[in-house]
């Protein structure tokens, strides 16, 4: 089903954070390559050391869960995009701690909002990540 909003142009600018934008090129990666993408593990392991585990378990969840719950298409852009689609920046504001009107609009009001648990739950790790590698300016 088409819908006004499936758009595949670059409406928004890239996160102004590096923590923000290494959780958009993750999912873009896993999303678009697959699970078990060498190029988003070394990202992973990159920004979390010897703790990248959690940061790739949770996006590898995030991805699975979106998949499997949402009732229509979401629209990723290419990993080396200059810019995010509409769907992406619902996505980062879900990871940012949007509620269920982010995850109702990204998803079609998908019953299930266990997307936007995992999508909390990585934000906090980001987070984490950003604070412990000086990343917060």
Known sequence: MAHSHDSTTLD???????????????????????LHDARATMLALD???TE??????????????LARTSRR???????CA???TRDEGLLMAMIGGGGLDVHGV????AGCAIAMTTAHALGDELERI???ND???
């Open 135 to 137: 990343w917060r300016r």
């Open 106 to 109: 990204l998803t079609d009001d």
């Open 12 to 34: 928004l600018p890239l996160p102004a954070r590096r923590h923000q934008t290494l959780a958009l090129v993750l999912v873009r990666r896993l999303a678009g390559h697959g």
């Open 52 to 65: 990248f585990r959690r940061l790739l378990v949770l996006a590898r969840a995030l991805v699975v869960d």
């Open 47 to 49: 920004a979390g050391g």
């Open 130 to 132: 950003a604070t412990r």
């Open 82 to 84: 200059a810019g995010m």
């Open 73 to 79: 298409r979401i629209l990723l852009a290419p990993c």
